[in-house]
């Protein structure tokens, strides 16, 4: 079953269950599958790596959005914004929690002979490639700065 099937599916439940956190949130995200699968070279299709991303973005927006509320201390929409993000997640992989991350960063450094702050690039590329849907960017990018300034 696609994620798009998915979502449907758990959307048709959510408005039967008058759920609007819910169908607010699968709303958006079957929103945001069809514009992707119909813009320039989707074909209209989506890989999954590529339906990951998707959801890894909209959740990044969310929580980008999420910390502007709270400094203006708009409890209202922290809320709905936690929400949305609660209701995304369960679409995507189980994230990596810090210690996994750093085991597996301390492995990517290994490999590639990385000893400083200057080769955080070379870092940087293949951790991202390698935890892709695992962990979030900013994730990766501050446990790998952690790392190597140690």
Do not use: H, W
């Not at 890989?47 to 909209?58: H, P, Y």
């Not at 070379?122 to 990018?141: E, F, N, P, R």
């Amino acid at each position: 079953m696609s994620l798009e099937q998915k979502i449907m599916a758990e959307l048709k439940t959510a408005m039967l269950a008058k759920d609007e956190k819910t169908t607010r949130s699968l709303r958006a995200v079957k929103a945001a599958i069809i514009l992707a699968k119909t813009s320039e070279g989707a074909n209209g299709e989506l890989k999954e790596e590529d339906e990951i991303k998707l959801l890894q973005k909209l959740v990044k927006q969310r929580k980008d959005s999420l910390e502007i509320f709270q400094q203006q201390n708009r409890a209202d929409l922290v809320q709905k914004e936690q929400d949305e993000i609660t209701v995304i997640e369960k679409f995507l992989p189980k994230q990596l929690s810090t210690d996994e991350l750093k085991v597996i960063v301390a492995g990517i450094i290994a490999d590639t002979g990385a000893s400083s702050a200057a080769d955080m690039g070379k870092v940087m590329g293949v951790a991202t490639k390698q935890l892709a849907g695992k962990a979030d960017g900013k994730s990766i990018s501050s446990v790998v700065k952690e790392m190597l300034s140690k």
